[in-house]
């Protein structure tokens, strides 16, 4: 049996943003995920991103590059500018017949970017790839 008491390290490796607005969508990645032990900060303004993407340090930032409320490229944006912050693994995901939205959120710095239909399909592998990639 291994015991990690080790606490210095200031990441919530079960915390997961989700800059989601959709609560129906929100609620399908929590409910996915919560019985891996994940728990959640939903994100629905750009003030709440940073914000508790700061004061949580989450093992994993879910983002919708096409979501109506948030601006998703000012997110990636206020990530890629804050020494902390960039080093948050995110996970977005976006239609699939949009290269630019894909090309521009990996040249913000996106971990990994995949079609909403593979991010329904497969989150909890998604999601367990990128969180781990925080360790």
């Known amino acids: 049996m291994t015991t990690h008491s080790h606490q210095t390290d200031k990441t919530d490796r079960k915390t997961i943003l989700v800059g989601v607005t959709d609560i129906f969508f929100y609620t399908k990645v929590r ?4 019985a891996k032990g994940y728990k959640f900060e939903r994100a ?8 508790k993407a700061s004061t949580n340090n989450p093992a994993a930032f879910i983002l919708n590059m ?3 409320t948030l ?6 944006e206020t ?7 960039k080093t948050i693994p995110i996970l977005a995901f976006a239609n699939h017949e949009e290269v630019d939205t894909f090309n521009r959120a990996r040249a913000l710095g996106v971990t990994k970017i995949v079609s909403r239909n593979e991010f329904s399909a497969r989150l909890k592998d998604l999601v367990e ?4 990639s925080h360790a």
């Open 71 to 76: 601006n998703a490229f000012q997110a990636l």
């Open 44 to 51: 629905r303004t750009q003030q709440d991103i940073a914000e």
């Open 31 to 34: 409910d996915a995920l919560i």
């Open 129 to 132: 790839e990128v969180a781990g």
């Open 66 to 68: 096409n979501d109506e």
């Open 79 to 85: 990530f890629a500018a804050d020494a902390q912050l």
